[in-house]
């Protein structure tokens, strides 16, 4: 793959044969990665009409469906200028995988209040499949934000 370093001022950046991703593809990618957060949650909470026990966990569940899908719809929709700013979906895709990536963690270590039957549950599918997923929608929600802080 041919390469060349395109300088600008400081900053040096890699400009390779392939070209880059089109950007529908990477918005694409991260809704993908927000629907697949929400449908783990929705898994493991027994389906869409059950609740996680304590309400409360519950209630955190449904905010993080609810927000997978409304990050997806943003990251879809043709942006409008005026009404969704570009760094907008972005934004919502990393905090929706840093939030129950954060608390798993806290799950599985220290433990919630009102649930600590799951200190210690490594082993748990689910749960693996969803850290992998929100891993990767903040490193791309998360490089997003600097490529497009870098254009302006």
Do not use: C, K
Request: glycine residues 10%; neutral net charge; proline residues 4%.
């Amino acid at each position: 793959m041919t390469q060349q370093a395109v300088a600008r001022g400081t900053n040096s950046v890699q400009v390779s044969a392939w070209g880059a991703a089109p950007e529908f593809a990477v918005r694409f990618a991260g809704a993908l990665m927000a629907v697949a957060v929400a449908a783990v949650h929705v898994a493991d909470q027994g389906g869409v009409t059950a609740m996680a026990d304590p309400a409360w966990v519950g209630w955190g569940y449904r905010l993080i469906e609810v927000g997978g899908v409304l990050t997806a719809l943003i990251l879809l929709l043709p942006r409008q200028a005026w009404l969704q700013p570009a760094w907008l979906g972005w934004a919502a895709g990393a905090l929706l995988g840093a939030a129950p990536f954060l608390a798993y963690i806290a799950s599985r270590t220290v433990g919630v209040p009102g649930n600590t039957d799951d200190v210690g549950n490594w082993s748990d599918w689910l749960g693996t499949v969803s850290l992998l997923v929100e891993a990767a929608l903040v490193v791309l929600s998360v490089s997003m934000l600097l490529a497009a802080r870098q254009r302006r």
